[in-house]
């Protein structure tokens, strides 16, 4: 096994892990390994089968939680929202875009981070949920940013960790089925792709196994901190890889 063979396996662990613990971020914590041993064109399909297989793994453990009444709403609109972000793609500039998106979310992460009381929001029902969903979808087709937006709202409620990590696996699940079979009608599922998503899948499925381990013994209020940490960090990952690979 060569260099490039032992990043793709130590970003699928570290992301599996990430993943096990907060219900996203695979491609946020394995992109800066894999990126270093393959093309965006390729990682970008392994991020996809990699967050699908640790989000199938994990979601057994929060299934309990999920109420589809509540959920649904997300889902449909973010499906709904991924063509329309797709059509927008000759519309927009991607690189300011992406920027405004990454600025955005470094200044919510960093505001929730060193508020000493937490901001919470108690209106807003399906409709909203539904039209958070939306806004995702749309980011999603448009600059592959779906998780942002349902996860600041999430943020914001008064949920329990069970209640936040259930949008965000159920919502997430839904989105990227649909950009594997988008990438799958593509073509970007090559064989290279599945020699190297081979290599990744032991280290997925055992970072998002001890991922949930950790999960089962933090809390709320440190749940809500490594989401925010996360946040933070998926800004940061937006505006350097807009600045290096835009």
């Not at 929202?81 to 797709?86: E, F, Y």
């Not at 969903?133 to 960790?161: E, N, Q, R």
């Not at 990744?200 to 970072?207: D, E, R």
């Amino acid at each position: 096994m060569g260099l490039n063979e032992l990043l793709i396996l130590a970003g699928a662990l570290a992301g599996g892990f990430v993943s096990g613990l907060a219900g996203f971020g695979t491609g946020l914590t394995a992109l800066p390994f894999w990126l270093s041993a393959v093309p965006p064109v390729v990682a970008a399909p392994i991020v996809v089968i990699c967050s699908i297989v640790a989000q199938i793994q994990t979601i057994p453990a929060i299934w309990h939680a999920i109420v589809w009444r509540d959920v649904l709403p997300f889902i449909l609109g973010g499906l709904i929202g991924v063509p329309i972000g797709t059509l927008l793609l000759a519309h927009i500039s991607l690189q300011g875009f992406k920027l405004v998106i990454g600025c955005f979310l470094i200044l919510f992460s960093s505001f929730m981070l060193l508020s000493r009381s937490a901001l919470k929001i108690r209106w807003g029902g399906n409709a909203a949920n539904g039209m958070v969903g939306f806004g995702g979808g749309v980011l999603g087709g448009l600059a592959g940013l779906s998780g942002p937006i349902p996860t600041v709202w999430a943020s914001l409620k008064d949920w329990s960790k069970d209640q936040k990590r259930s949008v965000f696996q159920a919502f997430n699940l839904s989105i990227l089925t649909l950009a594997a079979a988008t990438q799958a009608y593509g073509g970007f599922m090559t064989l290279e792709v599945g020699r190297l998503v081979l290599i990744a899948l032991p280290g997925t499925l055992l970072g998002a196994w001890l991922g949930r381990k950790a999960y089962e013994k933090i809390g709320t209020d440190r749940f809500n901190q490594v989401i925010l940490i996360l946040l933070l960090l998926s800004g940061l990952s937006t505006i350097v890889s807009t600045v290096i690979f835009d």
